[in-house]
């Protein structure tokens, strides 16, 4: 099958493996506040400057543009990001392929992905930054990595600076990718320093690097055009700085180790495939699977660094892990059927229970139809599930954008206490503050990264004369805090929506 009909059944696959959280207004408040920012940038708002976040501009720019292009409704952006997990699942079938030479190492890298990021809430399902830099850096390994790994795999010129693009596009989107950066370019290194080749070492070094550095010297000059570099650098590196947390080491062991037994079928694969390698001591195996250990060990360092504990972040393992793991599908080597049919005759055989002939395929490649009828249906059931969870849940930001639409005048907003920001793009509102991500206004870690003025932030509200209600949640406790008390010395409770939200209005 060519590799355009694989990027059709692995998109398909995305599809029907996530319809089902298309409906809901929230998964995560994170992809609630990408969609909120985005507006604002539309009406002409400025990043960091009427807008902040903790993230890179990179994915408040994808989205304005998903936006424009979807007309901004919550299914066809969920619809858009499935498409972005499909089109990440179709990078890894070119880069197994390539490394490998075969092209059901590919498919399997493909379809692993798109389930692995199909399968749990916070990691993967909710779309977050790592889906869509997993993107650019999955497009830069199977560009300038997996054709090296095998003899004739060829040695463009032109690989370097266009992956180099990718990996800067990613950065700009999260910084956390420049440890696949690091790893294509120790590759690289690598790659030239066995053949001797140091002149081309250095040129396609610098052609990398200079590409790299394309889409980061780009926003630079956007802010310095706007005169807002101060801005600029306290928002990537002052409150970068005051962001990690101080957790020990065991819990840092503990949060790999979740990821490792939440992901384990997967691991479990990519380690017997490994075993495989090693008997068969394959160069091109030793070497594809050396890189791809070397790009979990710098994704895993980054991702610890912070001392946070989101499963989002994991996000950014699927690739190596689905590469990893499709290297099971290897011609030659023994399926998962036949391991663990050998496993069951040895059990028993040991329990001196008699067997009748098993007929299971005695190699991966033999794994064939009917193994692609049972992936289809594992993804139907897949968006069938999510859609039970999701369709059984309580969807405030709906109920409330309704509520607002009969209470509020044209020219009218609202302030969301500590949550449901995605209420405002439903409502096609403005945001009476800079801060759309609630928690960075009440959570105490964030006030201090930000140096938040919590008095002054109160007061930008209620001197909006725009800001006709407050809405909030029933008994939340962070209306103690400082802003929370000022805004209620001005507003009163008057009405509710649903039983968990109160609205407010001025006295």
């Known amino acids: 099958m060519g590799k355009y009909k694989w990027l059709l059944v692995i998109l ?6 996530r319809w089902g959280t298309f409906f809901i207004s929230v998964i995560n408040h994170d992809e609630s506040t990408y969609i909120v920012i985005a507006d604002e940038m539309l009406r002409g708002e400025v990043y960091l400057r009427d807008v902040v976040d903790t993230k890179p501009i990179g994915i408040f720019w994808i989205y304005a543009a998903l936006i424009k292009l979807t007309g901004g409704s919550i299914f066809a952006l969920r619809a858009a990001a499935a498409a972005v997990v499909g089109l990440g699942g179709w990078g890894l079938f070119l880069a197994g392929r390539r490394a490998t030479g075969s092209e059901q190492v590919g498919a399997a890298a493909g379809v692993t992905y798109v389930f692995i990021c199909s399968l749990f809430t916070y990691y993967g399902v909710s779309p977050n930054t790592e889906i869509f830099f997993n993107l650019f850096t999955i497009a830069a390994v199977a560009l300038a990595v997996a054709p090296r790994i095998r003899k004739g795999g060829g ?36 790659f030239y320093g066995q053949r001797k080749a140091f002149g081309r070492m250095v040129g396609s070094g610098l052609l990398l690097v200079g590409f790299f550095s394309l889409p980061l010297l780009f926003v630079y000059g956007y802010y310095q055009r706007l005169g807002l570099l101060d801005q600029l650098a306290f928002y990537t590196l002052d409150v970068s700085a005051a962001y990690p947390v101080d957790l020990p ?23 017997g495939a490994l075993v495989q390698w090693k008997k068969q001591k394959s160069s091109a195996g030793i070497r594809w699977w050396t890189y791809l250990l070397l790009q979990f060990l710098l994704v895993t360092v980054v991702v610890l660094l912070t001392g946070k504990r989101f499963g989002h972040y994991q996000v950014q393992l699927h690739p190596v892990l689905a590469l990893l793991a499709a290297c099971w599908w290897m011609p030659g080597f023994p399926s998962a059927f036949s391991v663990i049919r050998k496993w069951y005759h040895k059990l ?13 395929p005695e190699t991966a490649s033999s794994f064939g139809g009917r193994g692609w009828w049972l992936v289809g249906a594992f993804a139907l059931l897949l968006g069938v599930t999510h859609f039970g969870i999701y369709n059984n849940k309580e969807d405030y930001p709906k109920e409330l954008a ?16 500590n949550g449901h920001q995605i209420t405002y793009h439903l409502t096609g509102r403005t945001v009476p503050t800079p801060y759309v991500h609630s928690s960075l206004l009440f959570l105490d870690h964030h006030v201090r990264a930000f140096q938040v003025d919590e008095v002054a932030e109160a007061d930008r509200i209620i001197n909006n004369p725009k800001v006709v209600c407050l809405v909030g949640r029933r008994d939340d406790p962070e209306v103690g805090g400082i802003l929370g008390q000022r805004l209620m010395d001005v507003f009163e409770p008057v009405d509710s929506v649903g039983e968990r939200l109160v609205v407010y209005r001025r006295r």
């Open 12 to 17: 398909t696959l995305a599809i029907v493996a």
């Open 155 to 190: 040695d463009p010129a032109w690989h370097w600076p266009v992956a180099g693009f990718l990996l800067g596009l990613a950065v700009i989107i999260k910084p956390f990718a420049a440890a696949e950066a690091l790893a294509v370019g120790l590759f690289m290194v690598w």
């Open 249 to 271: 080491w065991y819990l840092r062991l503990k949060y790999m180790g979740d990821y490792l037994l939440r992901f384990s079928p997967f691991v479990i694969l990519g380690a």
């Open 348 to 360: 028993r055989s040991g329990s001196g229970l008699q067997t009748g002939p098993v007929t299971i």
């Open 402 to 417: 309704v509520y607002l639409e009969d209470h509020l005048g044209p020219n009218e907003t609202f302030f969301f206490i």
